[in-house]
């Protein structure tokens, strides 16, 4: 199975602070990564997919960067609805694995 | 495109229980079209259980639910099912279908809104 490491675990920052979220893969998964966001009580949303592509109607300061083992999400100016918890996703092999969540908090 | 799970449960250690996923706004019988299955312990993150293909009703389980669960659809309904059989009190958690988008990329792009499964004696 292909293991999603995510960094860090939780992060503290400001309103319009510039926020990076890392994952990795343990092998070679070429751009099959995605990026969700998730808020307490609610199911889960697809922010980026395909490692940099953005969901239809996520807000542009969501940005997704990477490929092969090594990728980022980043925030570009953190608004107060942007804290939740966020997840890395590979869809290059079955099973389906998930990082473990990084929490940001403001 | 909607999805709309069925509601919460309390069982037994070593019982069943089926959740029910019941969709609409895509086309349930296309042959690209398959439903995910992600379950979420409290206060911890998300794993994903198995897919079904909502067409063929071909499954792919996870290694760890092999033998324990079961998927299964009705095409009439446009709902998906989910078994998991033997519960412990470990299977406690949020049970999630999502649509696994049908592009190379297969994100879970619709959520439905969870099933909380409490297993406790």
């Known amino acids: 199975d292909i293991q999603m490491t995510q960094s860090p675990s939780s992060l503290s920052a400001s309103l319009g602070d510039r926020v990076t979220i890392t994952c990795r893969a343990s092998q070679n998964i070429d751009n099959y990564l995605n990026w969700y966001q998730q808020k307490p009580g609610k199911a889960p949303k697809v922010l980026i997919y395909g490692a940099s592509s953005s969901q239809t109607g996520v807000p542009s300061r969501f940005s997704g960067s990477g490929t092969g083992t090594d990728f980022t999400l980043t925030i570009t100016g953190l608004q107060p609805e942007d804290c939740a918890t966020y997840y890395c996703q590979q869809t290059f092999s079955t099973p389906r694995t998930l990082g473990q969540g990084t929490r940001v908090e403001l | 495109v909607q999805l709309v799970q069925s509601g919460p449960e309390l069982k037994r250690p070593g019982a069943s229980v089926k959740v029910s996923c019941k969709t609409s706004?895509?086309?349930?019988?296309?042959?690209?079209?398959?439903i995910s299955w992600v379950r979420q312990a409290p206060g911890q993150g998300l794993e994903w259980m198995g897919w079904i293909s909502t067409s063929s009703g071909h499954t792919n389980f996870a290694q760890e639910f092999k033998g324990r669960i079961s998927m299964t659809t009705d095409t009439s309904t446009s709902t998906v099912y989910m078994e998991m059989r033997g519960l412990r009190s470990d299977d406690t958690a949020v049970y999630y279908c999502?649509?696994?988008?049908?592009?190379?990329?297969?994100?879970?792009?619709?959520w439905g809104q969870g099933t909380l499964v409490t297993v406790s004696s």
């Open positions: 706004g895509f086309t349930f019988t296309s042959a690209t079209a398959t």
């Open positions: 999502a649509r696994d988008n049908d592009s190379k990329y297969g994100s879970w792009d619709y």
